[in-house]
């Protein structure tokens, strides 16, 4: 048996020692590294690609070996080698790719690209569903890097020396992404995806860039990265691709005995979401070859400049071809901040027949081996199709150390302080318009602090004259706890009444907050609007009140106390609910200075259009519940939890209300409900649609007060708000109600340049139209309707609508309204919400 090891253990020392790497470099003749060429171990799917010098690392088994180096645009090498236990060194230099012509036009007539490409469109149904199932490793790789930084952003000066610091140069150039993942892909027709990460790393630490985004030239509506275009981008091999592109046969080469034929892809007209480049077709099996495509702002790119896309498909079959690696370089250039980048995908040990059972996929798309961060440089140097360039290796070195020792608390005091030192300095601009943020590193965790900015702290309103309501935040991370605990802190002040409204909220939620856990306890005095909607802002009644003479905002104050837990779970469910008491305390107007005209009079602070409902000091005890669930749930699936990612599905959502009598001394006593479906549903080239629909209203109102009613969300002023929860031109409490049933309906669609692309000077400014409408119904007597269409993404963020309504009683109604909107105005608006 002792023997028998020994013998095992030679063998395989034997074998180690025999297996060898394969290095080099692969150049154009003139010398130039070309980046991310493709090197392939031939009668397989094992090989390489280079790195941004052109080098690449291949470790084999000893043996005979043929490598096949390629690179799009340019012609095929071949070299045999030999494996022998020892580093071979081959280098490739590579010839851009001759074509021939004359032949060929002169036995197909006409240009032959058009017969190319209607001939490879009737083939595209057939590659993209030709395979049932298959899976693939994928090695992929994100890398963004800052090419240059002015010397102010957004009002602020940079600190470059603080820059120097975290590994740039003193013109701001320097990695700011940077990772690396092994994914393991699995597929089953028509639509199924399951994503296994067996391996990432991000410098600094994190998840990495872990999902494989392959871009299927083989359908109609081509996907790059979302949101650089909502729409997607039409395929130059789509169903219509001829209402689209023009097409130009450029000429063709042979490669394996096959013809593939090189044709330059032109869009028709631009602001059209179109690519434009080259594409290479097998002739004959009318299938891609290859492609070298480029997306630019002037075909509805968004966010980014430039857009480049390389992809290369190789033979698994005499029959299947598939990707073999994919490059798409961004590069953007934004208030002076330049950047570029790329995302690299290599595919490898393809697998036509996986034999998938029924629990291979579910409603887990993408998955964390629970070791996924564990994999040291070793590893990494074996699974990496090419090697690090020394700045690559500099960053992962300098980050991924400072990232362990902050963790693991390995840092001195020293270190500890050199940390805390590097914050922006406090400057008039940061304290006026974007607030004050500290942070301080220690053994035990990390403390931030926060001072909201002043500019949004000054306030005017009728009732309290000039406010000044300063925020603070404070949050603790302690490395012994799996929580984090945070205090917020508001003092509000008001000039003219001379009443000091002062509250905290006090909070704790996991470290780790994948499903918006939290609990929360507040109280002390404040400030309250009677729609708790908020359906005007501070900053908005501020301006009305002081330039318009236009006291918009009705409030009273209220001493109070809550608590609040919020939480969901993995299948979809989320809930609220929170438990309130409130001493109401009805307040009046104390001043009426504005600068708006003097024939104006300023309303009272009692809500106008309630002036027949009295409003006295009371107490009020509620406590209200919110359940909402999103059906068809998919996940990731983190080594430590999992988490929903969305569904196909709407949201529906319950709320309930109960004032309770007599407890705390409390005066209300009602039952409301609300129920909601909601959802946001992508046509791709057709436009976004949105919508909210409800419906609720009061079981018992034996005593509800103003606050307690039913509000619709009105507007008054030009400002656009709450955009599928409002009334852009009702007035705010002339519909408030306790009625028992009540129904309301927003909608709104997004056309994403689907008929501005076609009109001058919209197409090129890239102006997008949005229309809908919002409406409601209680009886006869209580109902509004309005219908809007409007213009967005302007200057990618703001939006003008124009309104037409009608409400009972007073007839037609028209109005515009400013708000944001587009590219960049969405994002505003879903984390003003969150």
């Given at each position: 048996m002792k023997r028998a090891s020994l013998f095992i253990l030679y063998i395989l020392t034997v074998f180690s020692s025999q297996a060898g790497t394969i290095t080099g470099i692969v150049k154009d003749e003139k010398g130039n590294a070309l980046s991310y060429a493709s090197i392939t171990v031939k009668g397989t799917t094992r090989g390489?690609?280079?790195?941004?010098?052109?080098?690449?690392?291949?470790?084999?088994?000893?043996?005979?070996?043929?490598?096949?180096?390629?690179?799009?645009?340019?012609?095929?090498?071949?070299?045999?080698?030999?494996?022998?236990?020892?580093?071979?060194?081959?280098?490739?230099?590579?010839?851009?790719?001759?074509?021939?012509?004359?032949?060929?036009?002169?036995?197909?007539?006409?240009?032959?690209?058009?017969?190319?490409?209607r001939n490879t469109i009737k083939k595209r149904d057939y590659y993209n569903k030709q395979v049932d199932s298959f899976q693939v490793d994928v090695y992929i790789k994100g890398l963004v890097r800052s090419r240059n930084v002015p010397d102010k952003m957004m009002g602020q000066k940079v600190d470059r020396e603080?820059?120097?610091?975290?590994?740039?140069?003193?013109?701001?150039?320097?990695?700011?992404?940077?990772s690396e993942s092994q994914?393991?892909?699995?597929?089953?027709?028509?639509?199924?995806?399951?994503?296994?990460?067996?391996?990432?790393?991000?410098?600094?630490?994190?998840?990495?860039f872990s999902i494989p985004f392959f871009i299927n030239f083989y359908v109609n509506n081509v996907n790059v990265f979302g949101d650089l275009n909502p729409r997607g981008f039409i395929s130059p091999i789509a169903d219509g691709a001829f209402r689209y592109y023009k097409f130009h046969y450029d000429g063709s080469f042979f490669e394996n005995n096959k013809m593939i034929d090189r044709i330059k892809v032109t869009p028709r007209r631009k602001n059209e979401p179109l690519f434009e480049g080259y594409v290479h077709i097998v002739d004959g099996e009318w299938r891609l070859h290859s492609v070298n495509l480029m997306l630019t702002k002037n075909y509805q790119l968004q966010l980014i400049d430039t857009a480049i896309i390389t992809q290369l498909n190789t033979q698994i079959t005499p029959d299947v071809w598939k990707s073999q690696n994919q490059v798409v370089y961004v590069a953007a250039n934004t208030l002076g901040f330049e950047w570029t980048g790329y995302f690299l995908n290599v595919y490898s040990n393809y697998n036509l027949n996986p034999g998938f059972t029924k629990k291979t996929f579910n409603r887990t798309i993408l998955s964390y081996d629970t070791a996924f961060d564990k994999k040291d440089t070793a590893y990494w140097n074996i699974v990496r199709p090419f090697p690090l360039d020394p700045e690559e290796k500099r960053?992962?070195?300098?980050?991924?150390?400072?990232?362990?020792?902050?963790?693991?608390?390995f840092l001195t005091k020293q270190e500890f302080d050199t940390l805390n030192k590097r914050q922006p300095p406090i400057t008039l601009g940061r304290f006026l318009f974007s607030g004050i943020r500290r942070y301080h590193y220690s053994k035990k965790g990390l403390f931030r602090y926060g001072?909201?900015?002043?500019?949004?702290?000054?306030?005017?309103?009728?009732?309290?004259?000039?406010?000044?309501?300063?925020?603070q935040s404070f949050h603790y991370s302690p490395k012994k706890s799996s929580n984090d605990f945070?205090?917020?802190?508001?003092?509000?002040?008001?000039?003219?009444n001379n009443h000091f409204n002062p509250h905290?909220?006090?909070?704790?939620?996991?470290?780790?907050?994948?499903?918006?856990?939290?609990?929360?306890?507040?109280?002390?005095?404040?400030?309250?609007?009677?729609?708790?909607?908020?359906?005007?802002?501070?900053?908005?009644?501020?301006?009305?009140?002081?330039?318009?003479?236009?006291?918009?905002?009705?409030?009273?104050?209220?001493?109070?106390g809550q608590v609040e837990y919020n939480s969901s779970l993995e299948d979809g469910w989320k809930w609220n609910v929170s438990s309130t008491f409130e001493d109401r305390i009805p307040v009046e107007n104390t001043t009426d200075f504005s600068f708006g005209k003097k024939h104006r009079t300023i309303l009272p602070n009692h809500p106008y259009e309630l002036a027949n409902v009295s409003f006295n000091r009371h107490q009020a005890m509620i406590v209200s519940a919110t359940v909402a669930y999103q059906p068809g749930q998919y996940y990731i699936e983190l080594p430590d939890a999992k988490i929903s990612i969305g569904s196909k599905y709407p949201t529906f959502e319950l709320n309930y209300s109960k004032g309770f009598q007599n407890i705390f001394g409390s005066d209300v006593d009602f039952d409301k409900w609300k129920f909601s479906v909601y959802d946001d549903m992508n046509f791709r080239m057709a436009g976004e649609f949105k919508y909210r629909l409800s419906v609720g209203g009061f079981l018992n109102a034996t005593h509800a007060e103003i606050p307690d009613f039913t509000h619709f969300n009105g507007n008054q002023t030009y400002r656009l708000y709450n955009y599928l929860n409002a009334f852009q031109l009702a007035p705010y409490y002339l519909y408030s109600n306790t009625e028992s049933f009540y129904t309301t309906f927003n909608a709104e669609h997004h056309f994403n340049g689907l008929i501005t692309n076609k009109i001058p000077l919209?197409?090129?400014?890239?102006?997008?139209?949005?229309?809908?409408?919002?409406?409601?119904?209680?009886?006869?007597?209580?109902?509004?309707?309005?219908?809007?269409?409007?213009?967005?993404?302007?200057?990618?963020?703001?939006?003008?609508?124009?309104?037409?309504?009608?409400?009972?009683?007073?007839?037609?109604?028209?109005?515009?309204?400013?708000g944001v909107g587009g590219i960049l105005g969405g994002a505003l608006q879903v984390s003003r919400k969150k």
């Open positions: 390489a690609v280079t790195n941004t010098e052109g080098r690449f690392t291949i470790n084999l088994a000893a043996g005979n070996y043929t490598l096949i180096c390629q690179y799009v645009g340019y012609k095929k090498e071949e070299k045999n080698i030999t494996v022998d236990g020892t580093t071979v060194v081959v280098n490739f230099e590579l010839s851009i790719q001759e074509v021939t012509m004359q032949e060929v036009i002169i036995k197909r007539g006409e240009d032959p690209a058009i017969e190319i490409i603080e820059m120097k610091n975290s590994g740039f140069d003193s013109l701001g150039r320097g990695i700011l992404f940077l994914t393991k892909l699995s597929y089953k027709k028509p639509d199924k995806y399951k994503y296994e990460v067996i391996s990432s790393r991000q410098a600094g630490g994190g998840y990495g960053d992962f070195a300098f980050k991924d150390s400072l990232y362990r020792k902050i963790m693991d608390s001072l909201d900015p002043m500019i949004l702290s000054a306030q005017y309103n009728t009732v309290e004259g000039f406010v000044a309501d300063i925020g945070y205090l917020k802190l508001n003092t509000r002040y008001g000039f003219s905290a909220l006090f909070g704790i939620s996991p470290q780790k907050n994948y499903f918006n856990h939290y609990l929360e306890f507040s109280g002390g005095k404040r400030v309250s609007q009677f729609n708790h909607g908020n359906p005007i802002d501070e900053f908005t009644n501020t301006y009305y009140t002081l330039l318009a003479k236009r006291n918009y905002m009705k409030i009273y104050e209220n001493w109070f919209l197409n090129k400014l890239k102006w997008n139209l949005v229309g809908g409408t919002n409406t409601f119904f209680v009886n006869k007597q209580n109902y509004y309707a309005e219908a809007f269409a409007g213009i967005e993404n302007i200057l990618k963020i703001f939006r003008v609508d124009f309104i037409s309504g009608y409400q009972s009683g007073s007839g037609n109604l028209f109005g515009v309204r400013f």
